[in-house]
């Protein structure tokens, strides 16, 4: 299976690159690349936390969504082990994803940029919704409740966890969402002591 997102654009020859990579590494289930940014009609440079992995890449995938859907391939039966993107979520269900897939499978990288992603614009999803984090901190919540999650991961997502969790709380402070700041100040309470009792 595929994506294309409406702000993106593959290149010539993409799938064909990624079909054989995938012959040629049986053993991967899914299969990204490297990608172009243009920004405002301007090619700009990723920035170093947006740096791409291959293999396991879990903690890579904690601060912040590295694969960008357009550039993937991927086997069907992967979406019938972890399931397809979480509807609740209104933007970072791609974070969410990811972080499911990645911290049970490793992952089959193409240096090459096989896509583009223009972005800029206004009707940007990171322009629409206002704290973004709290989408990925529900996503991590969800990954740290996966019984099956190695115990060093679960270690990584929380300690990852608490630093969204305080971007947050600042910004929900200062906007004076008093509701808010009581909810994740009860969640970083519960989070740190798991964290302490987890070592």
């Not at 115990?151 to 969204?164: D, Q, S, V």
Request: net charge neutral; glycine share 4%; with cysteine.
């Amino acid at each position: 299976m595929t994506f294309l997102d409406v702000d993106d654009e593959w290149h010539p020859a993409k799938l064909e690159k990624q079909v054989s990579a995938l012959k040629e590494n049986p053993e991967h289930r899914i299969c990204y690349t490297n990608e172009i940014w243009i920004r405002r009609g301007r090619r700009v440079n990723p920035k170093k936390l947006h740096q791409k992995f291959g293999g396991h890449i879990f903690e890579h995938c904690l601060p912040l969504c590295i694969i960008s859907p357009s550039s993937v391939i991927i086997h069907r039966d992967v979406f019938d082990r972890f399931g397809l993107f979480d509807p609740i979520l209104p933007a970072c269900e791609d974070y969410d994803m990811w972080l499911r897939i990645c911290a049970f499978l490793p992952v089959l990288y193409l240096e090459e940029p096989l896509i583009t992603k223009y972005g800029g614009h206004e009707d940007q999803l990171s322009r629409k919704y206002w704290g973004m984090d709290r989408f990925r901190i529900y996503a991590l919540e969800k990954i740290i409740e996966n019984p099956d999650l190695e115990p060093t991961k679960k270690t990584a997502a929380i300690r990852m966890l608490l630093e969204k969790i305080d971007v947050y709380l600042a910004g929900a402070q200062k906007r004076s969402k008093q509701e808010e700041v009581a909810l994740y100040q009860s969640k970083r309470d519960t989070y740190s002591a798991l964290l302490d009792y987890s070592g």
